[in-house]
């Protein structure tokens, strides 16, 4: 399963706006999905917002990379005009969500 | 009737009733929602517990000689039993690995197992002597027939607590569902129950042991489809004050 398209468009904004090439930047992004629970196949629009708030300033600062925080906001701003798949598979969270009747 | 004795059917009839209600719940959940995840689970949940161990138990495979064993009900129960495993492992694999080739090679290993290892089972009670006892004309199946069900109890119990873990993290972020975190810890210590007591079956089977004989086999059966009962009660069935109570600790 290719990766979600909202994961491929912020490394490549992140590629283009640091000094990271195509791996770091990949892996970078996908360290900081793992350390929020999220998967690189997987991840929303709106969930990618909130990791690239809270998780990937301290990420990106800890490879160097100087004005992580306005890096960040960016990225948000970019993430905001990329709407959800709705094509997007049944979540784990989504079918068990379902099966306890909520 | 003893203490003891009136504790495991206390035991074995909550989980036979709770697998039965959650599994006609799902059906009609899968029925309103045209979703696969849901049948499977009901159909699974159906076929294993309230179908396949009264058939298994009114067979009386294992209790009395090759003869006496009725055979036409033992066809059903084995059916069933087969097709309950098919629909969990079928069930862990759509939802958790819908995408990944390995999971689908290895649904497709489980389901072909039990196939194999319960016609064995069929199969040697059919050719065995009427006079022979029907636990031991089919001692090494009974043994065979347990890996599937491990392997597919051992798999979901990994991949619902490891998603309960990636769960908490979005959690902690604001972005998990403190209920729906806590259903995936529930289900993998369902999974893990249902592991221990099958563990523990297959440990006195190889000693010759019937788990009905034994003081042991009696306490984890009993204290497992207990703890299972009560867990898929709270996954399916929670009540209003359960979920504000998890709610209240995230």
Known sequence: MADAPVFDSVCRHLEARTSLDHLETRGTVRLALKVAGLDARSVSPEHMKVVLEKVMPSELAARGIEDSEDICRELVSKVDRLASDPDAPDSPDAVFARLGGK | ?250
Not at chain 2, 155 to 164: A, C, D, K, N, V
Not at chain 2, 222 to 248: C, Q, T
């Open chain 2, 1 to 250: 009737m003893d203490g003891t004795t009136l504790f495991l059917i206390v035991c074995f009839t909550a989980f036979v009733l709770c697998s039965g209600v959650v599994g006609v719940r799902l059906l009609c959940l899968a029925r309103r929602t045209g979703e696969l995840p849901e049948r499977l689970m009901g159909l699974g949940l159906l076929c294993l517990v309230p179908i396949n161990l009264p058939l298994m138990a009114w067979s009386r495979m294992g209790r009395v000689d090759v003869g006496e064993v009725r055979i036409l009900v033992l066809a059903f129960a084995l059916v069933f039993l087969w097709l309950g495993i098919s629909c969990l492992v079928a069930f862990t694999w759509k939802t958790f690995r819908p995408d990944d080739g390995w999971a689908q090679i290895l649904t497709i290993l489980v389901c072909s197992v039990a196939a194999a290892t319960i016609t064995g089972m069929f199969v040697s009670v059919h050719s065995s002597p009427a006079e022979m006892p029907s636990f031991e004309a089919t001692q090494l199946w009974a043994r065979l027939v347990r890996l599937p069900m491990l392997v597919t109890y051992a798999w979901t119990g990994f991949e619902s607590l490891y998603h309960y873990r990636m769960a908490w993290r979005r959690l902690v972020l604001g972005l998990g569902d403190p209920v729906v975190t806590n259903r995936f810890l529930l289900w993998g210590l369902v999974s893990i129950d249902l592991l221990v007591v099958n563990a523990a079956s297959l440990l006195l089977h190889t000693q010759g042991v019937g788990v009905l004989a034994s003081p042991v086999g009696l306490l984890v059966t009993s204290i497992g489809g207990l703890v299972g009962a009560v867990f898929l009660f709270l996954i399916f069935l929670p009540p209003a004050a359960y979920i504000r109570l998890v709610r209240h600790q995230a």
